[in-house]
Nanobody, 126 residues
């Protein structure tokens, strides 16, 4: 059974930092591209960052230069280092993995045909 468990969220002041973690189990982690997505208050899901099985990364324009995604294939964990946080970064952050047939290829992290954890709340407030 695929399981994703996010942690590391919390309250932080603007320009502060948080490091999110997503521990996984139930699939061959190293073979899958992983995403972080978020849902801001009153908005739909939006993708934040992705990391391929080859460790190539990509970021949404809104977080580029402030967030860094990484992965530890031994620990089967994906991370999101978030620096220079802004009010607009407030939301629930989820890590996403695909259905098992999507090894080593991209997929739509916003579709309903993916695995998502319960999320971790990030609140940026003064």
């Amino acid at each position: 059974e695929v399981q994703l468990v996010e942690s590391g969220g919390g309250w932080v002041q603007p320009r502060g930092s948080l490091r999110l973690s997503c521990t996984t189990s139930g699939f061959s982690f190293s073979n899958y591209w992983m995403y972080w997505v978020r849902q801001r208050p009153g908005k739909g899901l939006e993708w934040v960052s992705k990391i391929t099985s080859g460790r190539t990364t990509a970021y949404a324009d809104s977080v580029k230069g402030r967030f860094t995604i990484s992965r530890d294939n031994v620990q089967k964990t994906v991370y999101l280092q978030m620096n220079s946080l802004e009010f607009e970064d407030t939301g629930v952050y989820y890590c996403v993995s695909p259905r098992l047939s999507y090894a080593n290829r991209d997929y739509d992290p916003l579709s309903s045909n993916v695995f998502r954890g319960r999320g971790t709340q990030v609140t940026v407030s003064s």
